[in-house]
């Protein structure tokens, strides 16, 4: 079978690569022609652990290419998937659909046969029935069908997610894009991944209800341990006694400064706005949109205290740039706010990233210095903040981080180190819901916080 991927982003590029693995013809366009140029070079335009190996790979056994042209893509393909951007737009928090919409019309003005088009990016209720619209007036005389096909992959972990999904979801109202759909995840459902075959209109509701409630797991414990730091509490013990029940489940429920990311962020904002369209509010995750807004200052002020109230001229290491460990993703990171706001109050930012640092000097421009590593943001540091949890930090012994700050403070918002080990080394340690001093006089703690906070 052959078939097309249009948008060779982080979507794009590991679904191209992972579905050529299993055997498939596949294309990937992209309009972007330098990204195409280095990419029919062998080189990688994104990270993403074991991507390169893949692509080199599949480009040498022939089943990879790259394109910039359309109609060279689709020439007999029989599913030509869209994985194109769909960015907030500002005007109201919707997902802006230009880019799904604008390829759309490009596909149907390069088709000639007859091929299933398939949205795989993340777009609200109702908008394959647009793209069928839009590729029937751009080539009126088309046979074609439109399915919804989500991809759940998470970055840093892309291949393997693709591989072994905890399931497929083919959304559609086509029998002939069903079978051909089943037919190119047979490598996958053989293999014992479950397949779910729906509508259309619900398809696409899937992916949004799952990425607005995984934020709303990740803003409800960070809620959590907000109130474990009132009362004395440890939101790693209670994360742990709540996870535990199966049904609810350990993943997402990690406190930290909130969540970022190319996802949730827009997501959560267009779920909002499919209720309000349709007159049926998302009131649930318009709280979790408020709880994760306020994450930040929250965060800001945290370090801000840790600081001794005043940030301005203070020498601060952040580590950490991108949304999460394993990418170079910057896009909505709470570390790039962070460190947005710490430089406009005066502070010193001097950040280290093992592989974001290129797309936040971007973003973030002249307003931090961009160190060559981990030990050079350290040098004579007042203060360092762990902002995302590459294992190179989290292997990085206290000790060595004493050596080369100037004063042992360190604000870890993920919750990396241990409390107790910190405190054994001398520094002034403040984490996210868990105190230093919890374990040494813990009762007497938790009396006093308790005490506090009911009068
Ligand atoms: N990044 C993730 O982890 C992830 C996970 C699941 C779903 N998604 C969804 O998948 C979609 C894509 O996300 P992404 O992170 O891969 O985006 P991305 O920005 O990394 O990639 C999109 C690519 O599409 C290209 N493009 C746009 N219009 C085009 C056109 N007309 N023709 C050819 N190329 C075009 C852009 O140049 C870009 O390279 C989004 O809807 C996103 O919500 C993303």
Redesign the pocket.
Known sequence: MKLAV???????LVSGACLADVGWDVTC????AD?IERLKKGVIPIYEPGLEELVHDNVASGRLHFTTD?AEAVKDASIVMI????PTRQLDGNADLQ?VY??AE?IARALDHYAVIVT????PAGTGFQVKRIVAEANPALEFDVASNP?????GNAIYDFATPDRIVIGTDSDAARELLEELYRPFTENGVELIRTDLVSSELIKYAANTFLATKVSFINEMADICERVGGNIVDVSRGMGSDKRIGHAFLKPGPGYGG??FP??TLAMVHIGERVLSPATIVEAVIAVNRSRTHRMVAKIAQAAGSDLQGKRIALLGLTFKPNTDDVRDSVAILIADELSQMGAIVRAYDPQGMQQARKILGNAIAYCGSADDALEDADLCVVATEWNEFRDKKPIAYKRLMAEPVMVDLRNVFSPDEMAEHGFTYVSVGRSAVERKAPQARRELAMGASTL
């Open positions: 249009i948008g060779t982003g982080y979507v794009g366009v992209d309009k972007i990204k359309i994985a194109v951007g769909t880019y604008a390829a490009e795989k990016s993340t777009v991809e759940f992959l998470r970055e190319s996802c827009k997501d």
